[in-house]
T-cell receptor
């Protein structure tokens, strides 16, 4: 079945460092891909999405590119802030299927 | 525009009891999905409701059931609670079935003792 694998955390970085969180997926067909973020004590928020190959999703300085050839959707940010500390989930949803399949999440700590 | 709301925020039950969790969908949304998020894990799809009918179900036993009301709000019911049911339960609403951008509520934290 469809699945998402993302790098395990926690990831600890200093403020202004470059961030990459790796995500790969397995799916039949051409899924939509998402990154969700969960801040402490809050629900999930959609951070960005891409619906077809080579699409780049971006929001709040975060970017991810839908790479069909490597079945990847890595999350990047050029300069992280303390406020980016949260848990990040890579996810997919296959066409015609209403459920979202999530990875296990990667906890990110940004040190001032 | 009102976002997705859930109640209660926290709940403590004992093994064998039954629980009902509630969700109000975002204004204009007619589809509600429920997810279970165990500690340290990603959310897992329980089921989805569209037009008051179950429209897809994940790998959860029948003691997990739900309802959707004419105003598109929804309930998740869990019977015969087990310790492993302790989790954060998330409700998500979407504009219509097949539209896979879902908007999540803050969740209900259920603890089963």
């Amino acid at each position: 079945g469809d699945s998402v694998t993302q790098m395990e955390g926690p990831v600890t970085l200093s403020e202004e460092a470059f961030l990459t969180i790796n995500c790969t997926y397995t799916a039949t067909g051409y899924p939509s891909l998402f990154w969700y973020v969960q801040y402490p004590g809050e629900g999930l928020q959609l951070l960005l999405k891409a619906t077809k190959a080579d699409d780049k999703g971006s929001n709040k300085g975060f970017e991810a590119t839908y790479r069909k050839e490597t079945t990847s959707f890595h999350l990047e940010k050029g300069s992280v802030q303390v406020s980016d500390s949260a848990v990040y989930f890579c996810a997919l949803s296959s066409r015609g299927d209403d459920k979202i399949i999530f990875g296990k999440g990667t906890r990110l700590h940004i040190l001032p | 525009e009102t976002g997705v709301t859930q109640s209660p925020t926290h709940l403590i039950k004992t093994r064998g009891q039954q629980v009902t969790l509630r969700c109000s969908s975002q204004s204009g949304h007619n589809t509600v999905s429920w997810y279970q998020q165990a500690l340290g894990q990603g959310p897992q799809f329980i089921f989805q409701y569209y037009r008051e009918e179950e429209n897809g179900r994940g790998n959860f036993p029948p003691r997990f059931s739900g309802l959707q009301f004419p105003n598109y709000s929804s309930e998740l019911n869990v019977n015969a609670l087990e310790l492993d049911d302790s989790a954060l339960y998330l409700c998500a609403s979407s504009l219509f079935t097949g539209h896979n951008e879902q908007f999540f509520g803050p969740g209900t934290r259920l603890t089963v003792l």
